[in-house]
Structures are given as C-alpha cells and as structure tokens.
C-alpha cells in the first residue's frame, strides 16, 4: 500500500517541476513572448499538470500565432511549436493600417502602412479593427 502510495505522489513532486519550456517556428514572435501567451512558468507546476490542450488553445488566442502544439516531454520539459499568421495586406481604418494574413485575421494595427498590398472597398476605412479580429 506505502508503494502505490508513493507512486502515486511522484509525479506531483518536485523531481518533475517545470524548468525548461522549448518554442519552434517562432519567427515574428520572440521565444519569450511565446512563453508569456503560453501562460506557462518555469518552477511553477508538476509537467504532468500541464493541460498540453488547454495551453495550445491559450497561444492560438494570439493575433499572431495561427495554431500551436504543445508536447510535455518528461521529466521537466515542455516544447511548443507555432505556426505565425503571415501578414499578407493592409486595410485602411480610422487610426491607421490594420495588418491581415490571407484569411482576414487583423495581425496587428499600425500609424504607418507598411509595404503591403492595400485592400479597400471603395476607398471606405474600416471603422473599427483590433488584433485578433477577422475583417470578412
């Protein structure tokens, strides 16, 4: 009984903590900026609490990141790969440019309009975007 006891608590104890978390296919984004929208903490929880999911659904929530896998690779890492939305145009808007990928996702706003193509319907601004957003 002690034995499946032990077993039991040992994946929650601190020889599994999370100390090293890995990002691929980050090109725009920043490693650590990854690591911040994953909402992931080094030394914070147990690998094996880690909602591998849950955490995948969290960086896919960012305007720049277009889907992510996130694999918990025991005993203390997890490595999560993203695929960026590429910025393929922009639209006029009240403020500025809002900066879309090929399926109309905003990827960012911006003052100045960046050397894309300019999308607009009949020269109308979009009166509202933010990143994030799909302009249909």
């Not at 039991?8 to 984004?29: N, Y």
């Not at 399926?103 to 009949?122: A, K, N, Y």
Request: glycine fraction near 6%.
């Amino acid at each position: 009984m002690a034995f499946l006891l032990a077993a039991a608590s040992l994946p929650g104890s601190a020889l599994f903590t999370l100390r090293s978390i890995e990002v691929e296919g980050a090109r725009t984004l920043t490693p650590d900026d990854v690591r911040a929208a994953s909402g992931l903490s080094p030394g914070a929880q147990s690998v094996f609490t880690v909602n591998a999911q849950e955490v995948a659904r969290r960086l896919a929530t960012h305007p720049r990141i277009a889907s992510a896998r996130v694999r918990v690779r025991p005993p203390y890492t997890v490595r999560i790969q993203v695929r960026e939305r590429v910025s393929v145009a922009v639209v006029p808007y009240e403020r500025g440019y809002a900066v879309v990928d090929a399926v109309g996702t905003v990827v960012e706003v911006t003052e100045q309009r960046p050397p894309l193509m300019l999308i607009s319907e009949r020269g109308r601004r979009v009166a509202w975007v933010a990143p994030g957003h799909e302009i249909p």
